[in-house]
């Protein structure tokens, strides 16, 4: 059973920069993805990282932010900058073997804990 352990989140303020990270108790899996859930909505979406070296981006993201791993350590990373208050929420590490879409919440199998990023005005 692969556990997933989510750090890095905190408080900051518009514009600031922060960057979680993902440590896996094996090995970091084919598919990797961080997703985020903000108080009484659905978790989303936020990025993914294939072993192909291949990532995705949600919209909201794409641009700010950053998927990235260290085999070596098997460690997943999210380099988030240009944080906004929209981006507050518990953010999840996910991941799975293969197959599955990216994008889906249901397709992932091992979840992490969840970290609290909140951003202030």
């Known amino acids: 059973q692969v556990q997933l352990v989510e750090s890095g989140g905190g408080l900051v303020q518009a514009g600031d920069s922060l960057r979680l990270s993902c440590a896996a108790s094996?090995?970091?899996?084919?598919?990797m993805g961080w997703f985020r859930q903000a108080p009484g909505k659905e978790r989303e979406f936020v990025a993914a990282?294939?072993?192909?070296?291949?990532?995705y981006y949600a919209d909201s993201v794409k641009g700010r932010f950053t998927i990235s791993r260290d085999n070596a350590k098997n460690t997943v990373y999210l380099q988030m900058n240009s944080l906004k208050p929209e981006d507050t929420a518990v953010y999840y590490c996910?991941?799975?073997?293969?197959?599955?879409?990216?994008?889906?919440?249901?397709?992932?199998?091992?979840w992490g804990q969840g970290t609290q990023v909140t951003v202030s005005s």
């Open positions: 990282l294939r072993r192909s070296g291949n990532t």
């Open positions: 996910a991941a799975r073997d293969s197959g599955g879409r990216y994008y889906m919440v249901t397709d992932y199998v091992y």
């Open positions: 094996e090995r970091t899996l084919s598919h």
